[in-house]
């Protein structure tokens, strides 16, 4: 068994096709005739933009939005004048096109790839899979037609692109294992959409088969088989047949109301990075939008976003959720998510530093744009304000004051807006659990953040795996700040919701019903998973299993005994 990242749910057995690389050696030369050699790169170019431009047309129609925007960013890119005209100066300077395609792109991959921000990142393997598509059309080389493999293909490959992703069919491919990326690598998001199981980061995979071998991928585990002996075959082919029974399922709670065992009613709504990803929360059933990240308005920018691009952006999730609520959080930028144009100065303890609220309230111009923007866009739907990193009482209040002057500066201007626009705290700080109740009677709703919640009450960094045992929802620590979260929030009749990842762990759900959780906002694709585990509890059930493990001492007791106790 080879042990990858799990990227993709499900198991996919099949036949292998490797992908194997393609030589792009090349001789640098010098040219003469630039001219003649720009023609050359132009038309690589433009042969390039051309066919990513009609893949991305049918990706849209047959994935969705968010994967087309991702090709479509490639061809946006090569055609950026930062890049493309640094590569025709080179080739002015009498290199060739494929070294001047190569350096450039080299010097923007080196750039990107030493930030710290993962989107960022993500953008230095954009780069070299442009890179590498634009290079084969000059040197001639025709890819693999993916497009074209046997139904019951299994794809091996170095790293699968979003240009090599876009030729799947989904009908024919049904697994992929890698050799690198990551469960946010742009990959692994096509892989989703397309429902295939992929397992990624399996060292060396490539080497290590042959076409036509037998694989099987368990993309919800993450574990990868080749040519696997009869009874192993023989498990995954009845694990397959469950997986695939258990999504027909699923498919029962589709327009359902979420209930509870006994009839009480719950919310299940989505996080969101984008007002394109309000139409994936709508096509997967989400009762609303429990976490808007707006940071890709600052982040996919170049400039500090406007109010109407902002208006614009928040007034198209409100329309797209047609009248259900959006909690819309104002921007959590600063610490780690750094953004090149605004000069953040370098911290010692970014985590620990000037970000999300406050360096809002430090930049009141900039903050009142957004919340301007947010209070302007509440006129065509449901929105609600959430502030991040809550740390005490005067934050919420000065926020509160700003959304004040702002509704009067509208009603001055007659400018339409929903007069009763709520503001919330984003639970996650130790602070912000200590003080849940003076919160509470500040704020109109409060929203769970475990993913810093966890990292803030264990005092762990997340991204540190010496010590990654320790950053865990299920430590009792964090099952009590939780539990007296809601609590506090109960006391004072606001209701609590959970938008960081514990809130879709199906082994922590009948504890959150017990604690007498509202709203569980998860990633679109886990709402109806998640409306099937509530379905199955009643209150008295979970009231009876969170006693049990609110008692225990350990983390590994506690999920021990959650394991035990889960209804699958
Ligand atoms: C959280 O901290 O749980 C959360 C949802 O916010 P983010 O992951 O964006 O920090
Ligand atoms: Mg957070």
């Keep these: 068994m080879y042990k990858g990242i799990a990227a993709s749910r499900g198991i996919g057995i099949g036949s292998i096709c490797r992908i194997v690389e393609q030589d792009l050696s090349f001789e640098a030369k010098l040219v003469s005739d630039t001219a003649a050699e720009k023609d050359r790169f132009q038309k690589a170019i433009d042969d390039f933009v051309e066919e990513t431009f ?48 190569t350096s450039v792109c080299d010097m923007f991959h080196g750039m990107f790839s030493a930030m710290d921000d993962e989107m960022m990142r993500q953008r230095a393997s954009d780069i070299a899979d442009v890179k590498v598509c634009i290079l084969k059309k000059l040197l001639g080389i025709q890819d693999v037609e993916i497009s074209n493999v046997a139904p019951g293909t299994v794809l ?43 397992v990624l980061s399996v060292p060396g995979i490539v080497d290590l088969v042959e076409d036509k071998d037998t694989a099987i991928v368990d993309g919800t585990a993450g574990d990868a088989f080749i040519n696997p002996d009869g009874d192993v075959l023989a498990q995954y082919l009845i694990k397959r047949e ?73 007034k198209e999730a409100l329309q797209t959720m047609e009248g259900k609520t959006v909690i819309i959080r104002t921007v959590d930028i600063g610490g780690d998510k750094d953004i090149p144009y605004m000069d953040f100065e370098k911290e010692d303890n970014p985590f620990l530093g000037f970000r999300a609220v406050r360096y809002c309230l430090a930049n009141t111009d900039m903050y009142k744009t957004q919340l301007r923007a947010i209070v302007r866009a509440s006129a065509f739907g449901t929105a609600k304000i959430m502030v991040p990193l809550v740390t005490n009482v005067e934050e919420v209040r000065q926020v509160k004051k700003l959304v004040e002057d702002i509704k009067n500066d509208l009603r001055k201007e007659g400018i339409a807006f929903d007069e009763g626009v709520e503001v919330g705290c984003m639970m996650e700080t130790a602070a912000s659990t200590m003080i849940a109740d003076l919160l509470a009677k500040e704020a109109d709703f409060f929203s769970i953040g475990t993913n810093d919640l966890t990292g803030y009450t264990m005092g762990v960094d997340r991204g540190n795996a ?103």
């Design 54 to 101: 009609a893949v991305a047309e049918d990706v849209r129609k047959n994935i969705g939005p968010q994967e087309a925007d991702i090709l479509m960013g490639h061809a946006v890119m090569i055609q950026d004048p930062a890049m493309s005209g640094e590569m025709l100066s080179m080739i002015d300077a009498g290199q060739c096109a494929e070294s001047a395609l």
């Design 466 to 568: 010496k010590v990654a045992y320790l950053y865990s929802a299920f430590e009792p620590a964090v099952l009590r700040s939780i539990k007296r979260i809601i609590e506090c929030g109960k006391a004072e009749g606001i209701p609590a919701g959970m938008c960081g990842e514990a809130a879709a762990d199906p082994l922590m759900i009948p504890l959150l019903m017990s604690f007498g959780l509202d709203e569980y906002s998860v990633n679109p694709v886990l709402v109806l998973t998640a409306r099937c585990i509530i379905s199955k509890w009643t209150k008295a059930e979970a009231d009876a299993l969170a006693e049990k493990v609110l008692a225990m001492d350990t983390q590994e007791e506690i999920v021990a005994a959650l394991r035990a106790a889960a209804k699958e």
């Design 156 to 198: 091996v490959c170095k790293d699968l692109t979003p240009s090599m992703t876009s030729q799947i069919v989904k009908e024919n491919v049904t697994g992929i294992i890698t050799e690198t990326g990551g469960v946010t690598s742009h990959s692994a998001i096509l892989a989703r959409a397309l429902e295939i199981p992929a």
């Design 242 to 314: 469950e997986y695939i029974k258990k999504q027909a399922e699923l498919k029962k709670f589709i327009g359902k109301e979420t209930l509870t065992a006994d009839g009480d009613k719950l919310e299940i709504f989505c996080n969101i990075g984008t007002p394109k990803d309000a139409k994936k929360a709508m096509e997967c059933d989400g009762e609303g939008v429990g976490l808007f990240r707006t940071e890709f308005l600052f982040m996919d920018n170049t400039h500090l976003p406007t109010e109407e691009e902002q208006f614009e952006a928040y």
